[in-house]
């Protein structure tokens, strides 16, 4: 029985991730250019201390409390790409006026989407990642990095939320 009950799941994999039993995002490919993106973040005042923040907000879940929203261009290899950066804040007292003044504090995390000209057609492009506060990358309950086409085919997560977003781009923030 216990073979029977492993022998289902495996099968759920495989048809779930396909061939490679993976999931599309987390990759060491996907961790190696998020971690590139984040210190390009930094160099290009998006994230870090001395980072741009926006006018906090009250958020929604899963991203946070509060938010603060930046969405702009970033170079990197020499190309112009479509950013946008969520600060996720929370946290005992966090508000509006707790985050504006003291925002290290009640940050939590920071969801990027940059836009990676061919990339992946079917989301737009969008390529996501999930940062700890720190800048190191997030990871799901299964120890898997935040990083990539992050639960494509999942009926929850960054792009099954983001696929309802009005204008067919992905991007609920223009709309």
């Not at 005042?45 to 926006?54: E, I, V």
């Not at 939590?108 to 390529?127: C, H, N, S």
């Amino acid at each position: 029985m216990k073979t029977m009950k492993l022998l289902c799941l495996g099968a759920f994999v495989f048809l779930a991730w396909g061939v490679n039993a993976a999931p599309p995002f987390g990759s060491e490919e996907d961790v190696s250019y998020a971690r590139n993106l984040w210190q390009t973040m930094i160099d290009a005042g998006y994230a870090g201390k001395d980072g741009l923040m926006s006018k906090p907000y009250i958020g929604q879940h899963p991203h946070g409390a509060i938010l603060d929203t930046i969405a702009g261009k970033i170079v990197i290899d020499g190309k112009l790409h479509d950013i946008i950066v969520k600060r996720n804040y929370g946290g005992e007292g966090v508000s509006i006026v707790n985050v504006s003044n003291q925002p290290a504090k009640y940050l939590q995390a920071i969801t990027v989407m940059l836009k990676r000209p061919g990339y992946d057609p079917e989301t737009r492009d969008w390529f996501w990642i999930r940062y700890k506060s720190d800048g190191s990358i997030d990871i799901n309950a299964e120890g898997t990095p935040l990083a990539g086409k992050v639960a494509k085919g999942e009926a929850e997560g960054c792009i099954a939320c983001h696929t309802a977003a009005p204008g067919d781009d992905m991007v609920f923030l223009r709309d």
